[in-house]
């Protein structure tokens, strides 16, 4: 039982850990259209949020950023998702 219950409680960890580094992507790709003078929403969890990976892929070569966070960010949400869901189920 106790086996079990440190795998739980990795995979919660794991899962809030992934789910950590999708908002921490998501803060990043945001702080970067804005200080390019893209206009993004002003408070930080806003449903136009979701379409920043896509606008900063957009623009990201005529700045010349790195692509990496945009690959990474989908990832991270869905992978942190899942092992917590699997956390919380076991």
Request: glycine share 8%.
């Amino acid at each position: 039982m106790r086996e079990n219950a440190n795998t739980v409680f990795r995979l919660l960890l794991l899962g809030l850990g992934l789910v950590a580094v999708f908002l921490l992507l998501l803060a990043y790709i945001k702080f970067k259209l804005k200080d390019s003078g893209y206009g993004t929403a002003p408070l930080f969890f806003h449903p136009r949020d979701w379409e920043l990976p896509a606008d900063y892929r957009q623009v990201q070569s005529k700045h010349g950023w790195s692509p990496w966070p945009v690959y990474l960010i989908w990832p991270c949400l869905v992978a942190g998702v899942v092992s917590l869901i699997v956390g919380l189920l076991l």
